[in-house]
């Protein structure tokens, strides 16, 4: 199965600055993910990072506020922009296989905005 | 609106005993359906996974059960062991691929 890692693994930040969170693959990969785990919460996904083109958002989350880079079949980006301690969470990204309904995660991203 | 449901937030067992996780959704149009568990610090670890077209999936210690008339399914662990500790996170999924999760089962295993 790939390897996943994400960078940072977690970071305590200041209200209204911006955090870009690393997914890494150690193959090509169709699909992969961006989820948010609030405290206490569930999994949200907040989009699907395509390879070349715009993400796809959900419902609630808009691009404005956590741009996503995919700039090919290994590696995306997640930024959360402008952040406030609701931003508080954990991010993971997943990666997921064509025909295959499994996802897999990567370690995720421990968030603190203060 | 929660399509995916876990009513027990928590649920302790015995070691060696059955620990039975229980999941509800609404969405009639999902399709396949997980479980995951997650430790402290890590991310989702995939479990186990069963088809709408089947009722039961066994793997090991781990057995699905889906009622989709009921639109229930759970999650047996049998025997029970302390290192089945963890949050356990029922999934489901339709032809897109996206999974809408469950809020959750913290288990714990008692030695």
């Known amino acids: 199965s790939a390897v996943i890692s994400q960078k940072p693994s977690r970071d305590i930040c200041q209200r209204g600055t911006s955090l870009t969170i690393q997914c890494q693959v150690d193959?090509?990969?169709?699909?992969m993910f961006w989820y948010r785990q609030q405290p206490g919460q569930s999994l949200t996904l907040i989009a699907t990072a395509n390879q070349g083109s715009e993400a796809t958002y959900e419902s609630g989350f808009v691009i404005d506020k956590f741009p996503i880079s995919r700039p090919n079949l290994t590696f995306s980006t997640l930024t959360v922009s402008n952040m406030s301690p609701e931003d508080s969470s954990i991010y993971l990204c997943s990666l997921g296989v064509a025909g295959v309904g499994e996802q897999f995660f990567g370690p995720g991203t421990r968030l603190t905005v203060l | 609106d929660q399509q995916v449901k876990q009513n027990s937030p928590s649920l302790s067992v015995q070691e060696g005993r059955i620990s039975i996780l229980n999941c509800d959704y609404t969405?009639?149009?999902?399709?396949?359906f997980l479980w995951y568990k997650k430790y402290p610090a890590e991310g989702p670890t995939f479990l186990i996974s069963i088809s709408s077209i089947k009722d039961k999936n066994e793997d090991g210690r781990f057995t699905v059960f889906l009622n989709k008339s009921a639109k229930h399914l759970s999650l047996h662990i049998v025997p029970s062991q302390p290192g089945d500790s963890a949050v356990y996170f029922c999934a489901a999924t339709t032809e897109s691929g996206q999974l809408t999760f469950g809020s959750g089962t913290q288990l714990t295993v008692l030695p």
């Open positions: 969405n009639s149009m999902f399709d396949y």
């Open positions: 193959s090509q990969v169709t699909m």
